[in-house]
């Protein structure tokens, strides 16, 4: 943005209706688009030694499944248990009610699942590479990884993650993401679920199907927003959200599966095109399992993009709020500003 345009609004502070928190918009530290740019590409570690890399699949921890199926070598996708798990899958979960019942402190086995997911085969391709088809195929590997680990009944809550650049917290360059199962409910998601149950009481309707908010809009498709949300925690974040009431993401189909991925490429390209391919993160927020099916009017699960342009400080961890300084419709207008096309053929939307 513009110094004269910055250095004429004043402060802000917005509330995220979505997650019950407080940002503030300061354009004192306001910079020029080209000052938020990343500095240094993601780290590129030997691909001669990647583990997850073609010929090298006897070096990873145990494979869960692959996409296609039936192939041998010649596979596109590989799901596989992490080989230093934060959860450990084979202990037993003593009491899936005793976290919530209990005030407290309170200590409960590290039963839990945590996967990886390879995108490809190939070291130097990136998710947003891929064809909009082989992207969809990652979406539904997610997908396929959670209707496995559902059946579990100690498994409350699932989140699925990417990590791209050391300073997002990637160890391997090689792309991939990362599914992490947990028998707790985390708390930013319950606190998440009840803002979104609180706003729902008082209007009757869904907070993130009422999103209508035009100059933060960045992107539509026949089925999903990709937006800047109103009071994004951090600089240039993207959320990408269903258009139809939506609370569980498992419940994707291949149709909105395909349409979903050609909103992430494009937002992924438009990041790292205004922002010299940035380290990022992607989370998406889905429902817990067996949630109560009487909150479920006003659980959307969405997809969240955060390109990590800005250090977490003293007053992020203090308070819970978060400084950014790139007023959200400022930074939609520089995101829209990236045009790209990539056509798509009849086979690969058939798959």
Same mark, same amino acid.
């Given at each position: 943005?513009?110094?004269?345009?910055?250095?004429?609004?004043?402060?802000?502070?917005?509330?995220?209706?979505?997650?019950?928190?407080? &940002? *503030?918009? !300061? %354009?004192?530290? =306001?910079?020029?688009? @080209? #000052?938020?740019?990343?500095?240094?590409?993601?780290?590129?570690?030997?691909?001669?030694?990647?583990?997850?890399?073609?010929?090298?699949?006897?070096?990873?921890?145990?494979?869960?499944?692959?996409?296609?199926?039936?192939?041998?070598?010649?596979?596109?996708?590989?799901?596989?248990?992490?080989?230093?798990?934060?959860?450990?899958?084979?202990?037993?979960?003593?009491?899936?009610?005793?976290?919530?019942?209990?005030?407290?402190?309170?200590?409960?086995?590290?039963?839990?699942?945590?996967?990886? &997911? *390879?995108? !490809? %085969?190939?070291? =130097?391709?990136?998710? @947003? #590479?891929?064809?909009?088809?082989?992207?969809?195929?990652?979406?539904?590997?997610?997908?396929?990884?959670?209707?496995?680990?559902?059946?579990?009944?100690?498994?409350?809550?699932?989140?699925?993650?990417?990590?791209h650049g050391a300073s997002a917290g990637a160890s391997m360059s090689h792309s991939h993401s990362q599914?992490?199962?947990?028998?707790?409910?985390?708390?930013?998601?319950?606190?998440?679920?009840?803002?979104?149950?609180?706003?729902?009481?008082?209007?009757?309707?869904?907070?993130?199907?009422? &999103?209508?908010?035009?100059?933060?809009?960045?992107?539509e498709s026949a089925y999903f927003t990709s937006m800047v949300p109103f009071a994004a925690n951090f600089p240039f974040e993207i959320w990408i959200i269903p258009r139809d009431h939506s609370a569980y993401f498992h419940e994707l189909d291949s149709e909105k599966a395909f349409d979903l991925a050609g909103q992430l490429k494009l937002m992924l390209l438009k990041m790292s095109s205004q922002l010299n391919n940035p380290p990022f993160n992607f989370m998406i927020h889905t429902s817990p399992f067996n949630f109560d099916p009487s909150c479920l009017p006003s659980c959307h699960w969405y997809l969240q993009i955060v390109p990590q342009l800005s250090g977490v400080g003293g007053f992020e961890l203090g308070t819970g709020c978060y400084i950014n300084p790139v007023f959200p419709e400022d930074a939609t207008k520089i995101l829209r500003e990236a045009s790209f096309s990539f056509e798509v053929t009849k086979t690969e939307m058939k798959g």
């Open positions: 943005m513009a110094e004269a345009e910055s250095s004429s609004r004043s402060p802000e502070i917005r509330k995220d209706g979505i997650n019950d928190r407080w &940002v *503030i918009f !300061s %354009p004192a530290r =306001s910079r020029r688009p @080209s #000052d938020f740019k990343a500095k240094s590409s993601p780290n590129s570690n030997d691909r001669s030694e990647c583990p997850f890399c073609k010929g090298h699949e006897h070096e990873c921890a145990p494979e869960i499944f692959r996409v296609p199926a039936d192939s041998s070598a010649d596979w596109g996708i590989r799901v596989i248990q992490n080989l230093y798990p934060a959860l450990n899958r084979d202990l037993r979960f003593q009491d899936e009610n005793r976290n919530d019942s209990l005030v407290g402190d309170v200590s409960v086995s590290g039963f839990g699942f945590h996967d990886v &997911v *390879i995108e !490809s %085969p190939l070291h =130097s391709v990136h998710l @947003s #590479d891929l064809l909009q088809a082989q992207i969809r195929d990652v979406l539904l590997a997610f997908k396929t990884r959670i209707d496995q680990i559902r059946i579990n009944g100690s498994i409350k809550y699932v989140q699925v993650f990417k990590n599914i992490i199962a947990l028998p707790i409910v985390p708390p930013t998601v319950s606190a998440r679920l009840s803002s979104m149950e609180e706003y729902f009481q008082q209007t009757g309707s869904c907070s993130l199907c009422n &999103v209508r908010a035009d100059d933060l809009i960045i992107s």
